[in-house]
């Protein structure tokens, strides 16, 4: 951005203020000046930015400011919040091609098969029970259980069975091992 075109001119000097400053060496040197800004300038940053923003109505205005200050608040909120926003992905379907060896069911395999799995959050769909749930928990009436005040994003289908051949020349067949479909329970 910054090419390094910025011109400094100097503070004027007489020879008056020379001898003073030579004599006195308790006044600090005068920083350089710097020319003021060209805002009429065809190819200034400022310019452009300005014939853009004209372009927009005041209610576009309004959304883009209110969009960039919330921006800004959430850079200020620190990484903590960062990462909790990134992590709010609504459920959904994703897979991995995998060795069976690697499924950890104790089957020893080269074959590969194409896992699929559900992943993200269920906020949006709670429901009276996950609320009442969540209040008897914050009321203490419900202490020692581990419950879940929240829907978990889980397969609601499963794709057909998976079948292979182990280390051994060994046929297996898994059932419910890959999700077809998937929401929140």
Known sequence: MLNGSRKYSPVPSSPASRAS????SSSPPAAPR???RALDRPGS??????ALLESYTEGELRRLLGALVERRRGAKAGGRAKRARARHKP???QQLEVSVSELGLGYE?????LFRYCSGTCD?????YDLSLRSMRSSRRIRKEKVRARPCCRPLAYDDDVSFLDTYNRYYTVNELSAKECGCV
Do not use: I, K, N, W
């Open 21 to 24: 400053s030579s004599s006195s």
């Open 34 to 36: 710097r020319s003021p």
């Open 45 to 50: 940053l400022l310019s452009q930015y300005g």
């Open 91 to 93: 459920c959904a379907l």
């Open 109 to 113: 395999s080269d074959e590969t098969v």
């Open 124 to 128: 949006g769909a709670l429901r009276s």
